[in-house]
């Protein structure tokens, strides 16, 4: 079964414009990444907060996680085109093997 | 090379057809996953080794789906008898912890993107 979901979202914004998606999981976890996937490519790791964390920010990233709630929150400033993807939570049960297991994704248009 | 590598890019597979999926890890290092990800969906795990040992393959789904990676470095994906739910990308990740060296992030490859006819 999959841990972390997303919030069902396909978020359409102009470019300029801040973009937030939400995460949810159930169970304790080490820590909770994010990832972008474009369309054709890959999975790309853009930031990873441990649970002893609350907020990280990275460039235009911000993540926040709330353990209480086991929820965490990926903003997106001043969005790009080139930010139009899908975005993926992973959250690190612990199993101690680093093993994920992934929302089902936002899709984010950003539109020129 | 500089990144996860994963041949071939795209298979066709006539149903009940044998595939085997490439996967290259980043030289070095330790772990590396395997996980399948269905047309609108998140990836799902399917198996992980430690340098050459399989040590979780709870994720595969029967017992047509086969790992190796017997010199800890290169690992095939083997699939028998492939059915029409097989149809998904394929995904091989690599990180360069070993399990005790939490925290940290994986790197991906681009996947194989699997079609059974």
């Known amino acids: 079964s999959q841990q972390g979901e997303e919030d069902p979202q396909a978020l359409s914004i102009q470019e300029g414009e801040n973009a937030t998606m939400n995460c949810s999981y159930k169970?304790?976890?080490?820590?909770l990444q994010w990832y972008r996937q474009n369309s054709g490519r890959g999975l790309v790791h853009l930031i990873l907060?441990?649970?002893?964390?609350r907020e990280k920010h990275s460039g235009r990233l911000r993540v926040t996680l709330d353990t209480s709630k086991k929820s965490s929150s990926l903003l997106i400033t001043a969005s790009r085109a080139a930010d139009t993807a899908s975005y993926f939570c992973a959250t690190d049960r612990g199993y101690g093997n680093n093993r994920l297991a992934f929302g089902k994704g936002n899709q984010v248009v950003v539109i020129p | 090379g500089a990144g996860v590598s994963q041949s071939p890019r795209y298979k066709v597979a006539k149903r009940g057809q044998d595939v085997a999926l490439r996967c290259d890890p980043i030289?070095?290092?330790?772990?590396l996953f395997w996980y399948q990800q269905a047309l609108g969906q998140g990836p799902e795990f399917l198996t992980y080794?430690?340098?050459?040992?399989?040590?979780?393959k709870s994720g595969l789904p029967s017992d047509r789906f086969f790992a190796e990676r017997p010199e800890g470095s290169v690992s095939t994906l083997k699939i028998q008898r492939t059915q029409q739910e097989d149809s998904a990308v394929y995904l091989c990740a690599s990180s360069p912890g070993a399990p005790a060296r939490r925290n940290t992030e994986a790197f991906f490859g681009q996947g194989t993107r699997l079609t059974v006819v």
């Open positions: 169970t304790s976890i080490n820590n």
């Open positions: 030289s070095g290092h330790v772990s």
């Open positions: 907060i441990r649970s002893n964390e």
């Open positions: 080794f430690q340098n050459e040992a399989q040590l979780d």
